[in-house]
């Protein structure tokens, strides 16, 4: 947990260790591989690299929360960027939360995004708490001198809370990620889906906003804790494969003791195997990939359902 004003850094230790990862055999050993598919599923899946945008800003998250042996409760996302969050405009609905006025958007989920500048950064609580002031009045930003992502961290959290996952900055390298979809039928022409990536980021950017659904489930996935969500219809499963990668699954329409075996059946190789087993080319570039894991929707715009789809209603500079 982060005490007083000590800002944890993407590569310090204690981000690392927040979720319980162990180090992979090989640095190079970070290309995702499916284990065996449910029937149903194409026999080959679609492999490629997610790229992050590169018109978004520098920026970092973290999670905070309820710590428990098997559970993280009241989960909120707090993530930090030198630009206003897109979606943020002079309409914005504004509410006033431990003394600090702040821009509301509300997912579809039940879930919202309070965005406020402080110290010349832009800070975002995703939360579902129905009156998150004190987590807000306990943040601590200072905007990096360097043009860089800004540092956060947290003084005075409200009593029982602490950081679950340390503040990293957000991936902003390609990452390796393989889709696999059931077959469509004309009754179902979107069918069941899973999708696995490794990211540079950490726990908190692998996450994402679905990270504040309130409850994080805590399991083992080969010797490493991993992170469970679940919406209802999809899941997501997050876990720590190395130094600052962070591997991530996702499914929709599957259950959670069916996510959490294909989680288990994900292996680790190197990217010239990873490329053979999907005949991905050397000369192929990484192309932008939306997947389930892997939300297009910007920091501060409203999110469907676990964050996987659009907002229900129109909102100025988000998708």
């Given at each position: 947990a982060l005490i007083g004003l000590v800002f944890l850094r993407q590569g310090d230790p204690a981000t690392r260790t927040a979720a319980g990862g162990v180090e992979p055999a090989a640095e190079s050993a970070i290309y995702p591989v499916l284990g065996e598919l449910p029937p149903g599923f194409v026999a080959s899946p679609d492999a490629s690299f997610a790229v992050p945008d590169p018109t978004n800003p520098p920026a970092v998250a973290a999670l905070v929360g309820r710590s428990g042996p098997d559970r993280w409760t009241a989960v909120s996302r707090v993530s930090a960027m030198a630009e206003k969050p897109a979606g943020v405009t002079d309409e914005t609905d504004a509410v006033t939360l431990g003394g600090i006025t702040a821009a509301r958007l509300i997912n579809d989920d039940g879930s919202a995004h309070y965005s406020w500048q402080d110290n010349g950064v832009w800070v975002t609580v995703t939360t579902r708490a129905a009156d998150p002031g004190g987590l807000m009045l306990a943040v601590r930003v200072e905007a990096d001198p360097e043009s860089g992502p800004p540092r956060l961290g947290f003084e005075g959290l409200p009593p029982g809370f602490s950081v679950l996952a340390g503040a990293t900055d957000l991936s902003t390298t390609p990452s390796p990620m393989v889709l696999a979809v059931e077959d469509p039928s004309p009754g179902n022409p979107q069918?069941?889906?899973?999708?696995?990536?490794?990211?540079?980021?950490?726990?908190?950017?692998?996450?994402?906003?679905?990270?504040?659904t309130g409850t994080i489930d805590l399991i083992d996935i080969n010797g490493a804790t991993a992170l469970v969500m679940t919406d209802g219809r999809g899941s997501h499963v997050v876990w720590t494969v190395g130094d600052n990668l962070t591997a991530g699954l996702g499914t929709f329409e599957l259950s959670v003791d069916e996510t959490i075996d294909l989680a288990?059946?994900?292996?680790?190789?190197?990217?010239?195997?990873?490329?053979?087993?999907?005949?991905?080319?050397?000369?192929?570039?990484?192309?932008?990939?939306?997947?389930?894991?892997?939300s297009p929707t910007p920091e501060g715009c409203p999110t469907g359902t676990g964050g996987r789809s659009g907002p229900t209603t129109t909102v100025p500079g988000c998708p």
């Open positions: 069918g069941r889906m899973v999708s696995v990536e490794v990211s540079s980021g950490g726990i908190a950017d692998a996450v994402g906003a679905p990270g504040a288990r059946a994900v292996t680790f190789v190197d990217e010239a195997q990873w490329r053979e087993i999907y005949g991905v080319g050397p000369g192929m570039p990484p192309v932008p990939t939306t997947t389930l894991l892997t």
